[in-house]
């Protein structure tokens, strides 16, 4: 059973550098989502595809975020010029078309902005 | 948007004893989900419920829907050192969930 997969597990770089993160979700699943979570708190919602159509971007997702699903099965998530307090875990998850079929969240990518 | 509260913020509990938590909303949800996380991985799903009232077991694992439709609680049973960590409830709005800042478990042996 192969689960949502994230690389990489973990990034640390500079202030003011570029990172992408990638997603795999499960195959058959048609929606994928991402989610940021800081210490001492639940996931956030970020950003939610269909197939490879962006429906919605959250208030958290600034102008440095960009999201791309090109072919409607991995995704990716790129942060320009990072800053501080882009430090946290970026969780991606998917699911079916299905309203009531629940989301599988992948290991995360932990992000530390030195 | 919504706001889950969750409580206990955090457990300390001995190894055989049964532990409750619950979530509340301030609105109304048609689904609530509990999700398990241990450190460093993402959150597992550990019971969906789908209807007010439902009562739902996974093993030692019971969770119910309030009949409000605004809470939900989660039970473990005869606790074991492998129930440590933060236990999330979520609640979705569409396609987007939103979580509780979760409940830490952790178990004296």
């Known amino acids: 059973d192969t689960g949502v997969s994230q690389n990489p597990r973990h990034k640390i770089t500079k202030r003011g550098q570029n990172v992408t993160f990638r997603c795999d979700p499960i195959s058959e699943h048609n929606r994928l989502y991402w989610y940021r979570q800081t210490l001492g708190q639940g996931p956030e919602f970020l950003t939610y595809?269909?197939?490879?159509?962006?429906?919605?971007k959250s208030r958290l997702l600034s102008d440095r975020f960009s999201a791309e699903r090109p072919k409607g099965s991995f995704s990716t998530l790129e942060i320009q010029r990072t800053e501080q307090g882009d430090s946290a875990m970026y969780l991606c998850a998917s699911s079916t078309l299905f309203s009531n079929q629940p989301q599988h969240f992948g290991d995360g990518t932990r992000l530390s902005i030195l | 948007g919504q706001q889950l509260n969750q409580s206990p913020q955090s457990m300390f509990i001995q190894e055989g004893e049964d532990v409750s938590m619950n979530c509340t909303s301030s609105?109304?949800?048609?689904?609530w989900l509990w999700y398990k996380q241990e450190p460093g991985e993402g959150p597992v799903l550990l019971i969906a419920l789908y209807k007010a009232g439902e009562l739902t077991s996974n093993g030692r694992l019971t969770a119910q829907f309030g009949i409000t439709r605004k809470d939900s609680f989660l039970n473990i049973s005869a606790s074991i050192p492998s129930d440590v960590g933060i236990y999330f409830c979520?609640?979705?709005?569409?396609?987007?969930?939103?979580f509780g800042a979760g409940t830490t478990v952790t178990v004296r042996a």
């Open positions: 595809f269909q197939n490879e159509a962006q429906l919605e």
């Open positions: 979520a609640g979705p709005n569409d396609y987007k969930l939103s």
């Open positions: 609105s109304i949800f048609n689904t």
